[in-house]
């Protein structure tokens, strides 16, 4: 378990994913991110470890309130992780509870040997991460997404960004 100021970061265990299905489901409002994560956990892509929560530090025995899961990916045929969902329980929102469950599963993916992550997320969130404008770098993505959204990150400084077309596992239907 690790600390980020007033959260506590650790892996999804087990018994957090009746709490991560309903956080989820809070933080979006529709049921497709919920049912993604469930898919998610059955799909080849799945890797154990990269799927971090956040409590308050105040009560590490507490509930959830932030999850990010990272999953196998491809930038044409180079390994990498895709991010998301991301949420945020409502009542924590702009709490830094997303920011710590984002910086422990970038720090365990890297400390995994992880290269390159990508996502399609707020443009104006991810960057503080490092991430950047994945066509910039000749990332490709099979569907229309704004320009602005879809993101890529390198998880070792001088690795640079492959190119290619990204593909996430079958779970997201891409």
Request: proline letters at 7%.
């Amino acid at each position: 378990m690790s600390s980020t100021s007033s959260w506590l970061t650790r892996t999804e265990t087990p018994s957090d994913v009746p709490t991560v299905q309903a956080l989820t489901l809070a933080a979006f409002g529709r049921a497709h991110e919920a049912d993604l994560l469930a898919a998610l956990r059955a799909d080849a892509g799945w890797i154990g470890g990269l799927s971090f929560v956040a409590t308050p530090a105040a009560d590490p025995t507490g509930t959830p309130v932030a999850h990010v899961v990272l999953s196998r990916a491809f930038i044409g045929d180079v390994p990498a992780l895709a991010m998301g969902p991301v949420s945020v329980h409502p009542d924590h929102q702009r709490s830094g509870a997303g920011s710590a469950t984002v910086l422990a599963a970038l720090d365990a993916a890297r400390a995994a040997g992880e290269r390159f992550v990508f996502l399609l997320g707020h443009p104006t969130y991810y960057p503080r991460f490092g991430f950047v404008r994945a066509s910039a770098h000749g990332m490709e993505l099979t569907m229309d997404v704004p320009d602005e959204a879809w993101m890529a990150l390198s998880l070792n400084e001088g690795d640079p960004l492959p190119s290619g077309t990204a593909r996430w596992a079958a779970a997201f239907g891409m």
